[in-house]
Each structure stands twice: as structure tokens, then as C-alpha cells.
């Protein structure tokens, strides 16, 4: 069926490090692609998305691009901060508004 | 506007109680979803509404009933608490189409004894 693998957590990186977080999919068809963020206590916030292949979604310094070719969506930043410290949630959305998740990665920044 | 909106912020059950997540939303949203998050597990799809009147499953329904009377409003029902219900607990809502944003309410931590 259709689903999402992203990476294990967690990830600790020093203030200013580069970023990746990978994403790939398993889907029929075409689906939307998205990256989520949760703060602490919070709800799911969307990062960024890309609707179609070789579309690049981008938001507060953070990247991803939609490669079909290769089925992913990885997460990149070239700088990360202490604010990033979150939970990371990559997702597909399919033709009948169904949205799937995957399992999170966990960041965590130290100054 | 409030966006999505939850109610409790937590809850403690015992095994066998029922219970009722309220949702409400105020952007007229046709889509409305019930999700759960477990740790290492993200989300998962609970039962959703692609209109008032009109309810469907989703990836974990079992033990759980919605209905959808009215654009705004999506309930969670919670028929008879187990241990394994606990959870944390996000509604969502939704424009249909495709790669339209998702809004989460801030979710309900839900904990069965």
C-alpha cells in the first residue's frame, strides 16, 4: 500500500551544522508531498510541500525536492538553529484526500 | 479565526469508560480527519469526514464512532477505554483537493488505566 519511510531518530546536531532528514514514498499514482514540523506540546505544523516531480517546496531555510525518479522528498537545511529542535514528519497526500505519515525524526540542536 | 480547535487538553479514563474528543473548526473546511500518534509510529489515520453527513475509516477505526452533523464539528467517540487507546490525539481539517495544507488542532493526551 501507499506509505512513507523516513529516518530513524534521533538526530543531534551542533548549532550551524548541515541537515538531511531522507523521505522516501511508496505510492500508486501521483501524490503531493509534505514536510511537518512539531514543537514541543504543539500540533503539526506544515514546513513546506511540493505538489509534482522536480517541484522544490522551501520555508524558513529548510529545502525539499520531489524526485520521482528516486520516489523521495528529503529534508535538507544548511544551517541548523537551536529554534529547529523538533519533530519532523514527512507525508503523502493521494487523490481521495487520505494523508500518510511517516514515523517522525526527532532533531535536536545544540547551541 | 481559531483554526482547529480540541477539547480536553488531557484526560486520565478507566478501563471501560467512554468518552467523547470534541473538535471544531471555523476556516469551512470539508475535510475533517481523526488521527493518533504513538512513538515511533507517527500518524495514524482514525476515521475522517469529507463533508457533513458523510464519514469514513481510516488505517485504526476499531473502538472508535464519529458523526458529523455540521460542517464545523467532528466528535470522537471512545465506545469502552482500553489501555491500548492511550494516545495522543489530533483532529485535522482540510480544503479537498489534492496537495491542499493540513491544519491540526494542538491534540488531546488521553491516558486509560
Known amino acids: 500500500g501507499d506509505s512513507v519511510t523516513q529516518m530513524e531518530g534521533p538526530v543531534t546536531l551542533s548549532e550551524e551544522a548541515f541537515l538531511t532528514i531522507n523521505c522516501t514514498y511508496t505510492?500508486?499514482?501521483?501524490?503531493?508531498l509534505f514536510w511537518y514540523v512539531q514543537y514541543p506540546g504543539e500540533g503539526l505544523q506544515l514546513l513546506l510541500k511540493?505538489?509534482?516531480?522536480?517541484d522544490k517546496g522551501s520555508n524558513k531555510g529548510f529545502e525539499a525536492t520531489y524526485r520521482k525518479e528516486t520516489t523521495s522528498f528529503h529534508l535538507e537545511k544548511g544551517s541548523v538553529q537551536v529554534s529547529d529542535s523538533a519533530v519532523y514528519f514527512c507525508?503523502?497526500?493521494?487523490?481521495?484526500?487520505?494523508?500518510?505519515f511517516g514515523a517522525g525524526t526527532r532533531l535536536t540542536v545544540k547551541p | 479565526n481559531a483554526g482547529v480547535t480540541q477539547t480536553p487538553k488531557f484526560q486520565v479514563l478507566k478501563t471501560g469508560q467512554s468518552m467523547t474528543l470534541q473538535c471544531a473548526q471555523d476556516?469551512?473546511?470539508?475535510?475533517m480527519s481523526w488521527y493518533r500518534q504513538d512513538p515511533g509510529m507517527g500518524l495514524r489515520l482514525i476515521h475522517y469526514?469529507?463533508?457533513?453527513?458523510?464519514?469514513d475509516q481510516g488505517e485504526v477505526p476499531n473502538g472508535y464512532n464519529v458523526s458529523r452533523s455540521t460542517t464545523e464539528d467532528f466528535p470522537l467517540r471512545l465506545l469502552s477505554a482500553a489501555p491500548s487507546q492511550t494516545s495522543v490525539y489530533f483532529c485535522?481539517?482540510?480544503?479537498?483537493?489534492?496537495?491542499?495544507?493540513?491544519?491540526f488542532g494542538p491534540g488531546t493526551r488521553l491516558t486509560v488505566l
Open positions: 485535522a481539517s482540510r480544503t479537498s483537493g489534492r496537495g491542499n495544507e493540513q491544519f
Open positions: 505510492a500508486t499514482g501521483y501524490p503531493s
Open positions: 511540493a505538489t509534482k516531480a522536480d
Open positions: 507525508a503523502l497526500s493521494l487523490f481521495n484526500n487520505d494523508m500518510r
Open positions: 476556516m469551512n473546511h470539508e475535510y
Open positions: 469526514s469529507v463533508g457533513a453527513g458523510i464519514t
